[in-house]
């Protein structure tokens, strides 16, 4: 007489995959959001500090020029990184800096608009001379009205 051993079988049955898989996708339906909305914040941040570093740059150099310069001349002097001024951008923004050397007092503009708005962020900012920063919702690619932000 022969006896049979039946081993134990071991593994997962479909109905546990099913139910890890439905806890992983309603994590993930949680987390993703959070997760992107966070990014632009991080880039929304990120922008408003390369404008006040613009800020300070335009003012270093009307000290040593006697006028303000636009992007290429900060990143020519050095007193910019060049990957302000790269089409690109950073962190999801372009970012632009103007002079007006023909006015009485000289007079710059510098702004800072997402590459993809609702992904990269959802404010433009912009500072002039006075040093003052503002944001505006950006809707479809165009700014709206200018408000100063702390």
Known sequence: MQKTVKKAQKGFTLIELLIVIAVIAILA???IPNLLSSRKAANES??????R???SAEETYRSRYGTYGDLTDLVDKKLVDGTLAAAAGKSGFTFTATADAT?????YEITADPVTAGTTGDRSFKANETGVLQAAPNESG??????PIQ
Do not use: E, Q
Request: aromatic share 4%.
């Open 46 to 51: 990120s922008a408003i500090s390369s404008v």
């Open 53 to 55: 570093t613009l800020v």
């Open 142 to 147: 165009t700014a709206g009205s200018f408000t």
């Open 29 to 31: 339906a949680i987390a």
């Open 103 to 107: 006015s009485p007092a000289s007079k």
